[in-house]
């Protein structure tokens, strides 16, 4: 008697004929095989820039040596490409992406696309001074006194300024252009126009000028908003590192904070200068020559005016906010000054950490660290140590308000009342602002 196979019995001899009928030997057409897909490393992205900056803030407007190369024909850039795999397709050469571990996905920034759009408007900014070579020889003569003019003009410096208005108005930094007997302004290759320029005004007090050219066809670059900047949002710094030829660098990297108060070196040696509070703080590198260049998003906005480095640690540099140098700028626009307030003290922001190190009575408000005789605030009788909390109706928090008050709400003349906490005391005290005594 024949035994008919079980199910199972045909079933597994199912599977073995389907099994070796799938796997032919080479991979030919009839091949079943699922290979399994191969994971193509991503474009590896350009090392970040190295900065060597520390606690002490230092100006970065470029010394007069560093200046003599800025001048002349356009020399292209010189850095290339470390031999990286091309992108396999022409989306991937516009924003490579790397995979997470949680596998989301994020795209590189575009720093070269908005490198495109802000470099041709910004431009290198000599300072320039009458000047002699040694034992009466003018510089550039080879050796041979007493030809040509008594004297020619020498760079003293070189900065950075950005074109805002096709009329030619440029912002730049006040320590770029102090001093200056003349400017000269080169704008960058392929452009490489130069323009005799006028100071049009400028202010110390916060570290910003404005001058003017007068041009056809003139390239500019926008204003943006720094309020919605947020930490680890990234920005790019454009400006003419030690004056290099070329036109300008371009670093990139992110905000690492905001709202910073720090105090500029003076003009002379072993001296400081006035506090600029509102700052942006950066890791993208702010080097000698940056001074005055535009610091932007990635839309190519200006959010920041670059303007100090710092020499000692790594990664910290500072622009000033655009919404904060607004005002400034319009009013050295339309006035060649700025006119504000002036009280005669040395202000610094409370915050939490100084205070409870001080022992201070307050977390908040506007600390007096100085005050100058025969200043307003010193015939009021405010003291050192005194915290102010409020200007009329105005909150003041961080020095920024107390600033922006002085500078947008009120003028030489007018009587206001400072409400200041001392030792732990709230009292008002009735000041009349004066005008700042010229420098």
């Known amino acids: 008697m024949q035994r008919r196979p079980s199910l199972y019995t045909i079933f597994c001899a199912a599977f073995l004929v389907l099994t070796l009928g799938s796997c ?3 991979g030919g057409s009839g091949s079943t095989a699922t290979v399994a897909p191969s994971i193509a490393p991503s474009t590896p992205p350009t090392s970040a820039p190295t900065t060597t900056t520390g606690t002490t803030p230092t100006r970065v407007a470029a010394s ?38 949680t596998g989301a996905s994020a795209a590189f920034p575009d720093v070269a696309g908005v490198a495109d759009k802000v470099r041709p408007a910004t431009v290198l900014v000599l300072n320039l001074v009458q000047g002699r070579a040694q034992g009466g020889q003018l510089p550039g003569q080879g050796g041979q006194a007493g030809q040509g ?40 290759p392929p452009d490489n126009r130069t323009f005799d320029a006028q100071l049009v005004g400028s202010d110390p007090q916060t570290d910003l000028a404005v001058i003017r050219i007068t041009g056809q066809n003139l390239p500019t670059v926008p204003f943006g908003s720094s309020s919605s900047l947020r930490p680890g949002e990234w920005v790019v710094a454009i400006g003419n590192a030690l004056a290099l030829p070329g036109g300008p660098t371009v670093t990139a990297g992110v905000v690492s904070a905001t709202g910073r108060e720090e105090q500029e ?25 940056n001074s005055g260049g535009p610091l932007v998003n990635l839309r190519g906005e200006v959010v920041g005016i670059n303007t100090l480095g710092s020499s000692e640690a790594q990664g910290i540099n500072f622009a000033i906010s655009s919404d904060g140098a607004r005002p400034i700028i319009q009013q050295l626009r339309d006035t060649g000054r ?19 190190a001080l022992g201070l009575p307050t977390s908040s408000g506007v600390a007096v660290v100085q005050v100058s005789p025969g200043s307003p605030a010193a015939q009021a009788g405010l003291q050192q140590g005194d915290i102010i909390t409020r200007i009329g109706d105005v909150n003041v928090p961080t020095q920024r308000e107390l600033q922006d008050a002085l500078t947008t709400r009120y003028r030489p003349g007018d009587q206001v009342a400072l409400t200041i906490n001392r030792g732990g005391q709230e009292q008002v ?11």
């Open 265 to 289: 070196p003076g003009e002379q040696p072993n001296t400081v200068g006035p506090t600029l509070y509102d700052l942006i703080q950066t890791d993208a590198a702010i080097n000698p020559g």
């Open 338 to 356: 700025v006119t504000r307030g002036y009280l005669g003290v040395g202000l610094r922001s409370v915050t939490a950490s100084n205070a409870a």
């Open 429 to 439: 005290v009735q000041v009349t602002l004066g005008t700042r005594p010229a420098q």
């Open 149 to 188: 003019s008594s004297s020619e003009q020498v760079p003293q410096g070189a900065g950075t300024g950005f074109i805002i208005d096709p009329s030619g108005i440029i912002v730049t930094n006040n320590h770029v252009v102090a001093g200056a007997q003349s400017l000269r302004v080169q704008l960058p």
């Open 64 to 101: 007069g040596g560093q200046s003599s190369a800025a001048p002349g024909g356009g020399v292209g850039p010189v850095s290339q490409s470390t031999g990286s795999a091309a992108p396999a397709s022409a989306s991937a050469a516009t924003a490579t992406r790397t995979a997470s571990p």
């Open 24 to 26: 032919s030997v080479g």
